[in-house]
């Protein structure tokens, strides 16, 4: 989604007219329209002064996934202090703890215990970070994965501490470095499908001993669609239009047999620009495996190919160029990206689970209907 498909998302939900938003911002309608249309872009002020007309931050204003602000993240968010008391129980010479980005879920923090440093995650549940250990345990030796050495369960909160990774998100890395690093993510992904999961182990996403909870692949892409595992019923009451998820299940029902396997791969399930560290134009680490999955390893390209984040389009046109190579492939990956968005909607909207902004959701649902195929 580029800058201008958010600023016209966000004062559509905003509930403004064009004329409402330039009258405060005292520029013609036209100027606006410009924008929201990308034939040009407003300067950091007019930036500043949108965010407070539409009462969101900078980064929701602009990040390429937005936060739903109708969701809880935490059910209890601990303050810095709790959070240097707890590192000081296992580290008491603990210093220099600072705050990471983190994902919508977990807070997480770095810091440094004598000529190490070290990660610290509090939100998740315990299985999550067990899970994360697990993928360590057997994956370390082909994956750049951060090794957890602490899980903790509290009564009320979990947290885990690991192995800090140096390196930056890409999210964070400008133009060119973002360019230098695609050949070396190109390798991380042709490591990823390498890796091949004993059948036995069963398929979707899997548990913190690595059992999946489906039989077969197929079976965890239908079962968006199966009334016995995703119920649908309550979409309009909770405030979103049904016709696009209707659309949208009746388009996978249509195109489920495109959907094999003739082997099973580890998935990320997550991978984007927050989920990939780099540093000297290669990749160091692959975080945050909570939604890992066994099965076709194009889900993880279609993840990347959906949410078609800004600062990723050299990636993703490499990831075009070299997997969608032919119809069956294309139609394959179509599936999986209608999924990913009718999971995301269901997660965010039915279990009123932390999500991005859920119209945007729908609306790529909508455009990838239109034009993907």
Not at 4 to 27: C, M
Not at 28 to 34: F, G, W
Request: glycine share 6%.
């Amino acid at each position: 989604m580029n800058i201008g498909e958010k600023l016209r998302l966000r004062r559509k939900k905003a509930g403004f007219t064009q004329e409402q938003v330039a009258e405060k911002l005292n520029i013609t309608r036209q100027t606006l329209s410009n924008w929201e249309v990308g034939k040009n872009y407003p300067d950091i002020d007019s930036i500043i002064a949108l965010s407070h007309i539409y009462q969101l931050s900078l980064d929701e204003l602009l990040l390429g996934k937005i936060y739903f602000k109708g969701a809880l993240p935490m059910a209890k968010k601990l303050t810095d202090v709790e959070i240097q008391q707890l590192i000081k129980t296992h580290y008491p010479f603990a210093e220099n703890v600072k705050e990471l980005n983190g994902g919508l879920v977990s807070q997480t923090y770095s810091f440094n215990s004598g000529e190490y440093r070290y990660v610290f995650q509090v939100g998740n549940r315990p299985e999550v970070y067990e899970k994360e250990r697990w993928v360590y345990n057997h994956f370390n030796h082909l994956l750049p994965l951060r090794k957890v050495l602490e899980v903790v369960a509290e009564d009320s909160f979990t947290y885990s501490i690991s192995n800090y990774i140096e390196g930056r998100k890409l999210f964070d890395l400008n133009s060119q470095e973002l360019l230098d690093i695609c050949p070396d993510v190109m390798k991380t992904l042709e490591v990823l499908e390498s890796i091949e999961i004993p059948e036995q182990n069963g398929y979707g996403r899997y548990d913190n001993t690595g059992q999946g909870a489906y039989p077969t692949w197929e079976d965890f892409i239908k079962a968006v669609y199966n009334e016995k595992i995703y119920n649908w019923s309550d979409l309009e009451q909770n405030g979103l239009d049904s016709s696009v998820v209707k659309n949208a299940l009746q388009e996978l029902k249509s195109h489920i047999n495109s959907v094999s396997l003739s082997k099973i791969n580890i998935i990320h399930g997550d991978l984007g620009s927050f989920n990939l560290l780099a540093k000297g134009g290669r990749i160091t680490g692959i975080i945050d495996w909570s939604l890992s999955l066994n099965g076709d390893h194009l889900y993880d390209k279609a993840n990347i190919l959906f949410w078609n984040e800004d600062k990723l389009q050299p990636l993703i046109q490499r990831i075009t160029n070299k997997y969608i190579d032919s119809p069956e492939s294309k139609e394959k990956i179509y599936c999986y990206m209608l999924r990913i968005g009718l999971e995301e909607i269901y997660n965010t909207v039915i279990l009123n689970e932390a999500g991005y902004d859920i119209e945007w959701v729908a609306n790529r649902l909508q455009k990838i209907m239109n034009s993907f195929l």
